[in-house]
């Protein structure tokens, strides 16, 4: 069974920070561009960031760029978002999926995980 699954997310202060890990079972990640998604309640999805299979292409949404850093690990089968200077807009469940290069737009196929509560309060 394919599935993606998010880890790392939690309670935090202002300022903090975090990682988020998302990890596949049933398929390897490393030929699939994987992007980070939010959606807070009542607001719709909002892509986050994307990186290329290799890692050498990045895009992140504006309100973000400074603070998170995408980066994966194919060996581990492993993508990550690094969040820095979190603050409490950033509040939201965080979930990985298929996202196209160059944006950082849902790629239209591909499973969703249950994804990770990221709560910045203090």
């Known amino acids: 069974q394919l599935q993606l699954v998010e880890s790392g997310g939690g309670l935090v202060e202002p300022g903090g920070s975090l990682r988020l890990s998302c990890t596949a079972s049933g398929f390897s990640l490393r030929y699939s561009a994987i992007g980070w998604f939010r959606q807070a309640p009542g607001k719709e999805r909002e892509g986050v960031s994307c990186?290329?299979?290799?890692?050498?292409?990045?895009n992140y949404a504006d309100s973000v760029k400074g603070r998170f850093t995408i980066s994966r690990d194919n060996a581990k089968n492993t993508v990550y978002l690094q969040m820095n200077s979190l603050k409490p807009e950033d509040t939201a469940v965080y979930c990985c999926?298929?996202?196209?290069?160059?944006?950082?737009?849902?790629?239209?196929?591909?499973?969703w995980g249950q994804g990770t509560q990221v709560t910045v309060s203090s």
């Open positions: 999926a298929k996202c196209t290069v160059g944006s950082t737009r849902y790629a239209g196929s591909g499973s």
């Open positions: 990186i290329s299979s290799v890692g050498g292409t990045t």
